[in-house]
């Protein structure tokens, strides 16, 4: 009777041991957390890793303890590095931030962090991958529209160039109707899908937020790229150019009124003040 009795008390004594030992952890995860966010702000980014690890350890359930780690690896990451350390580093940003998923899923920021790696260690293709995933999670993020739009755009004026150098051309930004037909043959295999995307999205992105200038900026690009395509269709050209003035146009002009509308709220705050 003795012995029976006993063990409902040592199990509740136990939970009780387990209850204030866990406690315990939590409090020295925050307070490691905490340390951490200082040392980010300071940008002592190593230290603020080695405080976000540590919060990590002693409360794996906290998932702002993991996405601040994640954040702070991201920070290190050198942007066109391809050395073994550089890339160490981005994986290990990316592995974090896919665990944060894991516990919240369909985290935005999150997917925006990957995709923000990917596209620093120039992986074009996971970074829009990652981008699409944050516009099927928020059908309204301008930037991620804009930042598969701009993509795009980089990876077929890098198409143009190469292509335009072997014939020994440079880019006129005018359609380059100087190049040899075969080149353009290549250049429409290789850049209208991407010009095609590029414009899709940067429009989207201008839809969402019409007063989005970069979006503007980089569809007079892509528009260039796309006179590129027109291969001897000289009115086909000269019809993507007009879209360039166009966009130009509209970027140049978007661009002064954001400057002005932020000029006026600053003044207001000085005069408020």
């Known amino acids: 009777m003795n012995r029976i009795a006993r063990f409902p008390v040592m199990t509740i004594a136990t939970l009780s041991l387990v209850v204030a030992v866990t406690g315990c952890q939590k409090l020295k995860a925050r307070d490691q957390l905490n340390k951490g966010v200082q040392a980010y702000k300071s940008a002592r980014y190593e230290e603020a890793i080695n405080h976000f690890e540590q919060a990590v350890n002693d409360d794996p359930s906290l998932p702002m303890a993991r996405s601040y780690l994640a954040t702070a690896y991201a920070q290190q990451v050198v942007p066109d590095l391809k050395s073994a350390e550089n890339m160490k580093t981005a994986n290990l940003a990316i592995e974090n931030f896919k665990k944060v998923l894991q516990q919240k899923p369909g985290d935005v920021d999150s997917m925006k962090g990957i995709a923000s790696i990917y596209l620093n260690i120039d992986d074009n293709d996971k970074a829009k991958q990652w981008q699409l995933k944050v516009l099927q999670a928020d059908p309204q993020d ?23 150098k072997a014939v020994g051309l440079e880019d006129d930004g005018q359609g380059n109707p100087k190049m040899p037909k075969k080149t353009c043959q290549t250049l429409v295999k290789e850049n209208s899908d991407l010009v095609n995307e590029g414009i ?67 003044n207001k705050g000085i005069h408020m003040q």
């Open 142 to 164: 301008a930037e991620a529209a804009y930042t598969i739009g701009s993509i795009d755009w980089k990876l077929a004026y890098r198409n143009a160039v190469r292509e335009l």
């Open 200 to 266: 899709k999205y940067l429009k989207k992105a201008v839809e969402i937020r019409p007063n989005y200038d970069d979006a503007m900026t980089y569809l007079q690009l892509t528009y260039r790229r796309k006179a590129d395509l027109e291969c001897g269709d000289d009115a086909a050209r000269k019809a993507d150019m007009a879209m360039v003035d166009q966009w130009l146009q509209k970027a140049m002009n978007t661009r002064k009124a954001n400057e002005e509308k932020k000029n006026e709220e600053a």
